[in-house]
Structures are given as C-alpha cells and as structure tokens.
C-alpha cells in the first residue's frame, strides 16, 4: 500500500483546478484495500474515491483520505456465439479501453469514444454519448466494501441505472436501502459486447456524418473516427483547457410542459423518449439566455458548446460552482426549468 501526503490534485481533475489531498492511498489492486482497512489509523477516516477525476469539482483541499484507483489490466473473459465479455481495471483509461477494444476486433462500444475518465467511474456515472449508455453493453462489475473489504458483483439491476445516474451516486436513506456512495470501491467492469454488432446511427450529429461521407453501411472504426470527430469539434480536450464535459443533464419535461415552451420558444431542441417523455437540450436552454463565451472570474461557458464550462486559468471550484448557479438560475426564470449538475462538488 502506497501512502503520500499533501499531493497535488490538479493533474488528476480535468478541470485542472489547483487543490491538495491531505492523504492519498494508490489503490492498484484490492490488497490495497485491504492493507488500508488493516490500518488501525486509517480504517476508520472518511474516504474519496478517485477516478480519472473527469466528472468533479474540487473546491478547496480534499480532507477525507483519497483512493486514487489506479487498478490496470484488460482480459476476454468469453467470446460467444452471442456476445463477448471483456473486463477491464477500473483503472484503464476509458478512450484507451474504448480503442483496444476495436484494435481486437470488438466493436460495440464506439459510440462511448474519447469520454474522458476511467473504466471504473464509467458505470457510477452510467456514462452515454450518441445513441449508446454504458447501461447497454454492461455486464457486471466487481468492487470492495470500504468497511468489511468484502468483494461483492453487480449485475446491471443492481446498479439502478438511471440518466447519468447509479447506485454509487447515492446515499442510504435508511437502514437496508443499497446506495453505496462512500461504502464502496469498484474494482473491474466487465462489457457485453452483442453479436452482429450494428451501428447505432440514429444520433442527429452520426446521421449528418453518414449523409456527408456517403457511406451508407460504415464499419465501428468508421462510426469511432465519426464520434472523435464530433466530440473533438464540439469539446475542448481538457489537456488545453480544464473541463469536465457536459456540465448539465438534458432536463426531462412532459409533452405538455414541452408543448407549452414551444409556444413561446419555436426552436427549442427537443427529443421524444421512448417513455413519452421529452428531453430538452440544456445546451440550447444556456444559449438562449446568453451564457455562451460568459464568464464568472476565470471560470467560463465555452464558446462552441454552452453546455460545457472551462478553466480559462487558474479558476477555483468556487468560480465554477457560482457560474454554475447562475446559469440555473436563469434557465429556471426563463423556462421554469431546473438543470441539474453532472459533475460531483467536492
């Protein structure tokens, strides 16, 4: 078990913002864990997992003691008739994953390219892009127990998966309830890739791509060169300038609640879900009330794409969090809508 003080976090947040943990353990298996829970001096402390620190914002010196999981390693575990099974630590790289994945043949997983973070944080945040949840290619994951060192697996009923939601993003609220925020570490996902593989094209922006390439069957590593494509034209690459991605969910309304900002807002984005349901696109909402290109201190909304806010330099948590409450605000006295943040405040 690795143990270092005061390390400097700014490396591992893509929002580059300048924070310190008091005390960090390298977890890179679930000895680790183990060894940590061991400690008689550390068991018993409160404890941050750490990813590929993608979806937080630091707002100051991270107290509780910091699990920076650095788990490596990528098997087959099965290559069926029907599917193959891939694990992977949840420490891999999620783009590298992405990519071997498809280096060996595996295609599936395409749509999820250039997402910034880790395997490991990839089912707490049920991470999705163009067409394709990680909710539709998982197959079970296995973590520890942050008080027993019990290893446990979940299958994807378990997880209680929702938008940008699972059941590592949630607290108990009684006795008995599964939210396993804080208890729990994962430590392997394993991916069901399914058999034929079919593009998944449906996505406005992969569309446009096909009627502009003219390919009309593509192959996975055309739909990943597609999604790269997007994404790097749309996002800024968080090595330039800090960013956590998409800050805010696509907000959910009922048709009629649609129907009736239609009305007063005729070129609203807005998807029908199969559930009935309509989702807006908080980009749009942002945009129309004036926030892209704006600034709150060195915190800022990106040019190109209002849903993401930047580090323009040397920006603290607190500016981001504040811009970030601004810019619901506004969506809220315009919309009467309330957008609800991706990322984790720390």
Known sequence: MIVEQNVPLQAHNSFGIVAKARELVRVRGEEDVRALLADPTRAGAPKFVLGGGSNIVLTG?????????????????????????????AGVNWHAFVTWTLDHGFPGLE??????????????????????????????????????????TLGAGQCAFGYRDSVFKHVPAKEGDLGLAGRALILRVRFRLPKPWKPVLGYLDLS????????????????YDWVCAIRQNKLPDPRVLGNAGSFFKNPTVTPEQCHDIIAREPNIVHYPMPDGSVKLAA?????????KGK???????????????????????G????????????VYERFGIRLEPEPVVV
């Not at 909710?135 to 446990?152: M, Y």
């Not at 980009?283 to 926030?291: M, Q, S, V």
């Open 319 to 330: 500016e981001v969090v504040t811009l970030a409450r601004a810019i619901q605000t506004s």
């Open 283 to 291: 980009g749009w909402l942002i945009d129309a009330c004036g926030w």
């Open 295 to 317: 600034s709150v201190g060195k915190a800022g909304v990106y040019e190109k794409q209002a849903l993401v806010l930047v580090n323009r330099g040397g920006a603290t948590g």
């Open 208 to 223: 446009r791509k096909r009627a502009e390439s003219g390919v009309d069957a593509p192959s996975a590593r055309q739909v």
């Open 61 to 89: 010196d991270v107290k509780p003691l910091v699990l920076k999981v650095e788990i490596e390693g990528v098997r087959v575990v099965e290559d069926g008739a029907r599917a193959t099974i891939i694990e992977a630590g």
């Open 111 to 152: 749509n999820l390219a250039l997402i910034p973070g880790s395997v490991g944080a990839s089912p707490v945040q049920n991470v999705g892009a163009y067409g394709v949840e990680l909710q539709d290619r998982f197959e079970a994951l296995d973590a520890i127990d942050l008080a027993t060192g019990r290893i446990f």
